[in-house]
């Protein structure tokens, strides 16, 4: 069965990629927060199963558009007729429909380019369509409020479970085993952007976090991400950076390509 992050909270196993979270609402509905890479449907529907109270979930909460966050969208959109919600400037207009952009990252060579020719293509079976795309901060469901954090992609959003003391963050940060990371500069689209995003977010974030990648932070998460915010950017020619850089991206490629198991 899925970890219990708090009572309400559930992080699934079997999914590749991003962290995929259930939030069980005031309403007593489920929503589930990104998806992972392609292929992990499956393994959500499963674990969905699994959950007390015999429910499906009505919405999905993209934190962003990346692939290794939506790769499994389009597939969960289809099974259980879900309203996707995910930031507006991560989209754009397909047959008048606004569906995810194919976002991969700064770092990838052909971009830009595979993304115009994509965006003049028909949808392809795997295109997913965004129900509801967000402009600045709103409350989107009861209990849970939608809050933009620009700069990792355009329109990154972070989601917030006031009650529970609850933040579903995505990229904003990276859990690792010793400590939170920042994405490296080279992954975001506007890294100047990005940094105000976390800072302003991390002025009033929650005691508990719940990243796209790295385990859930269940202690002091606004402490730490404040801490983090706090510090400059180093030099990226720095010998013991390169180094804690190279220990760091090993251990989360490793995550990142291999299905989430029980511990």
């Known amino acids: 069965m899925a970890d219990c992050v708090v009572p309400g909270v559930w992080w699934l196993h ?21 998806t992972g890479f392609a292929g992990s449907a499956d393994a959500i529907i499963q674990e969905i199963l699994d959950l007390p109270g015999d429910r499906t979930p009505s919405h999905l909460l993209l934190t962003h558009a990346h692939v290794d966050h939506t790769g499994s969208a389009a597939a969960l959109r ?32 052909g971009r830009r380019i595979s993304r115009a020719l994509r965006r003049r293509a028909r949808p392809a079976a795997t295109t997913t369509v965004v129900d509801r795309p967000l402009e600045g901060e709103q409350q989107i469901l009861p209990g849970l409020r939608a809050v933009p954090v620009p700069g990792h992609t355009p329109g990154s959003y972070c989601y917030v479970d006031d ?25 975001n689209t506007n890294d100047s952007q990005f940094l105000s995003s976390l800072a302003t ?42 180094r804690m850089r190279a220990r760091r991206m090993a251990g989360f490629t490793n995550r990142i390509s291999r299905p989430r198991t029980r511990d």
């Open 163 to 187: 009650a529970r003391g609850v933040a579903f963050v995505g990229d904003l940060i990276i859990s690792h085993p010793d400590t939170l990371a920042r994405p490296m500069k080279l992954t």
């Open 78 to 109: 289809k099974h259980y007729a879900l309203e996707v919600i995910a930031g507006a400037d991560d989209t754009h207009q397909l047959d008048r429909r606004a569906v995810i952009n194919d976002a991969i990252g700064r770092t990838h060579p």
């Open 201 to 242: 977010f991390a002025e009033d974030a929650p005691a508990i976090g719940c990243p796209g990648h790295g385990d859930p932070v269940l202690n002091n998460f606004g402490d730490q991400l404040r801490t983090l915010a706090a510090l400059p950017r180093r030099s990226p020619f720095s010998p013991s950076l390169l």
């Open 14 to 34: 079997g999914t590749r990629g991003s962290n995929v979270f259930v939030i069980e609402l005031e309403d007593n509905r489920l929503a589930l927060v990104d």
